[in-house]
């Protein structure tokens, strides 16, 4: 699913963790946190997530994301 500007961000984690069968408990032993802490951030699809945190959760994941970023009117400046 394609992601602008960070919109969708935690509905994407939320749905990556469930997508390799991966608990909530799972997820917490891997962060060093709580379960009840992953279940909240999911509950609330990771409002206002910090760049560094969702690292995080796509390390714990095994997950990598990979950009492209536009300037607005279509030009190119970088991909990665």
Do not use: P
């Not at 909530?24 to 009840?36: C, K, T, W, Y």
């Not at 909240?40 to 945190?53: I, M």
């Not at 994941?61 to 991909?79: D, M, N, P």
């Amino acid at each position: 699913e394609e992601l602008r500007n960070f919109e969708g961000v935690g509905q994407l984690l939320v749905a990556l963790r469930i997508s390799q069968g991966i608990s909530q408990r799972e997820l917490a032993e891997r962060l060093g946190v709580h379960e009840s802490q992953v279940s909240r951030d999911e509950r609330n699809e990771y409002h206002g997530v910090t760049v560094e945190r969702a690292q995080r959760i796509l390390d714990a994941l095994g997950v990598e994301i990979r950009t492209t970023v536009e300037k607005v009117g279509g030009q190119l400046l970088a991909a990665g």
